[in-house]
């Protein structure tokens, strides 16, 4: 029973432009959400949350924006660059509780 | 900067050997995490520990055992490895929400295989 999806694998984006990854969930416990960045070969990096208090939190070239009627949120990176390439997770938690659920990751490439 | 390290970032075992990955936090974190990544699956929970000597587990504990005798360290122990083991393995650690330092910090993650 998968609690949190991201049904694109992949996503390929031209350097400059708009990269737009979307995370759903099932669980209407669920209230903090993050994404994470992974790299080959490293372990996940944190790169923004929101709380479910908020409909948007925005951070440099990152936002991210929950829509909890839709239970979906989406992770924005404006404007687009190389470094950007990696898996990004969204994941969620409820509560004070310490246990992250996670989604299966998209696969984001930035082309020149 | 949280720092956390794991034991070994390749690792190849035999079907029935015992294996111990090995994880280290600096931070005086109080949570410890193990995971395990496959593709399609994304990062799945195996065991995690709130406190020294406390473990809960998490969505797919079959088959492994943990391990926390002192704060800094969380082991993770697969008794008898099995071909189905083969997998990614990170660890992650943090703190108590109430320090703002809830988010979890990884490490470089294990690659596993086993023969």
């Known amino acids: 029973d998968q609690q949190v999806k991201q049904n694109s694998p992949s996503l390929s984006v031209q350097e400059g432009r708009i990269s737009i990854l979307n995370c759903d969930y099932t669980n209407s416990m669920f209230d903090y959400f993050l994404w994470y960045k992974k790299y080959p070969a490293e372990g996940p990096t944190f790169l923004i949350s929101?709380?479910?208090?908020?409909d948007k939190n925005e951070d440099g070239r990152f936002t991210v924006f929950l829509n909890k009627s839709a239970k979906h949120l989406s992770l924005h990176i404006v404007p687009s660059q190389p470094g950007d390439s990696a898996v990004y997770f969204c994941a969620a938690k409820t509560g004070g509780g310490n246990k992250l659920t996670f989604g299966t990751g998209t696969q984001l490439k930035v082309e020149l | 900067d949280v720092k956390v390290t794991q034991s070994s970032r390749y690792l190849v075992k035999r079907t029935g050997e015992k294996v111990f990955l090995e994880c280290v936090q600096d931070m005086d974190h109080e949570n410890m995490f193990w995971y395990r990544q496959d593709p399609g699956l994304g990062l799945r929970l195996i065991y995690f520990?709130?406190?020294?000597?406390?473990?809960e587990k998490g969505d797919i504990p079959e088959g492994y055992s943990v391990s926390r005798e002192k704060k800094e360290r969380f082991s993770l122990i697969l008794e008898s490895a099995s071909t189905n083991q083969t997998s990614m393995y990170l660890c992650?650690?943090?703190?108590?929400?109430?320090?703002?330092?809830?988010?979890?910090?990884f490490g470089p993650g294990t690659r596993l295989t086993v023969l």
């Open positions: 929101i709380s479910s208090i908020k």
């Open positions: 520990s709130y406190d020294v000597k406390m473990k």
């Open positions: 992650a650690s943090s703190g108590l929400p109430r320090q703002g330092t809830d988010t979890q910090y």
